[in-house]
């Protein structure tokens, strides 16, 4: 359990913590290890706990969850052209293949 009163916390970052936890589980992270990172994000996202008073609680910023975006065209564009052509016929035919008449 990290440390600290979890009661700061609202009801919704400690639901965010607990998918992220899970999330982390499946990825094959031990439990431990899990849950100090579903904490971190929570923080890092919502300033830490925002159980504090009416009109007290600040914005979520969810900067976490648009890191990832960001790395995926990262490692797109050090592709090879080539590749990056070839899946985009792929991915072209598979669409012309599925769409609805």
Not at 90 to 99: H, L, Q
């Amino acid at each position: 359990m990290p440390r600290g009163d979890m009661d700061k916390y609202t009801d919704k970052q400690k639901r965010k913590a607990e998918h992220i936890e899970e999330s982390y589980k499946e990825s094959g992270v031990s439990t431990d290890e899990a849950e100090r990172r579903a904490w971190a994000t929570v923080n890092k996202d919502s300033g830490g706990g925002n159980k504090s008073g009416s009109g007290r609680g600040k914005p979520d910023t969810n900067v976490s969850a648009k890191k990832g975006g960001r790395l995926g065209g990262e490692a797109a564009a050090r592709r090879p052209a080539a590749a990056r052509s070839a899946s985009a016929k792929k991915a072209a035919a598979t669409r012309k293949r599925n769409e609805v008449h």
